[in-house]
């Protein structure tokens, strides 16, 4: 496998694991800094689309299908398949919804919160606790952060099974 791709799998499952590891601090008590500032997710977004799409790219012009990628996959070292699996099993374990029932976008006005309901034949602003807009608060941000952590983890599968693909396809001589 080349360089290129290790390089690639490994800044990818390097960023899964730093936003899965900040995402399982939500479950702490009290909130994770910069809660209110938006650069933070601009920042994941920004790595994001240009990781995960070189990673579509690469696995589309090796021209395999999912059995292939697959049978890759499954010749990484055992370190490797348990740490992509070890990523997966998590992002899917903090994407799963929270207790928080219909709420979501907690807001605070002055000294009141708010949360947004979407509940059916109930959808709009209500007023919540302050107990209830700190959970909504940390299951909003724990999504915010599982989920372009699972699609990391997601990137790094397919570049580094693409990688063995290469490599793979390296050693056939056509004659």
Not at 6 to 19: D, F, N, P, Y
Not at 51 to 62: E, K
């Amino acid at each position: 496998m080349g360089w290129s791709f290790k390089l690639h799998g490994g800044i990818a499952a390097g960023l899964s694991t730093v936003l899965l590891l900040l995402a399982g601090l939500t479950w702490l008590p009290g909130t994770l800094p910069l809660t209110g500032s938006k650069w933070p997710v601009a920042i994941v977004a920004a790595l994001l689309f240009p990781t995960f799409m070189a990673a579509l790219v690469r696995i589309i012009r090796s021209g395999a299908d999912r059995h292939t990628v697959w049978l890759a996959f499954r010749c990484l070292p055992a370190k490797v398949q348990a740490g992509l699996g070890a990523l997966a099993i998590a992002g899917v374990v903090l994407t799963l919804p929270s207790d928080e029932g219909n709420l979501q976008a907690p807001e605070m006005k002055g000294d009141r919160y708010f949360a947004f309901d979407t509940a059916p034949y109930a959808r709009g602003a209500i007023e919540v606790s302050r107990s209830q807009y700190v959970a909504v608060l940390e299951s909003d941000q724990r999504s915010m952060l599982a989920i372009p952590g699972t699609l990391f983890a997601g990137a790094a599968y397919v570049v580094l099974a693409a990688g063995e693909l290469r490599r793979a396809d390296g050693g056939f001589q056509a004659s």
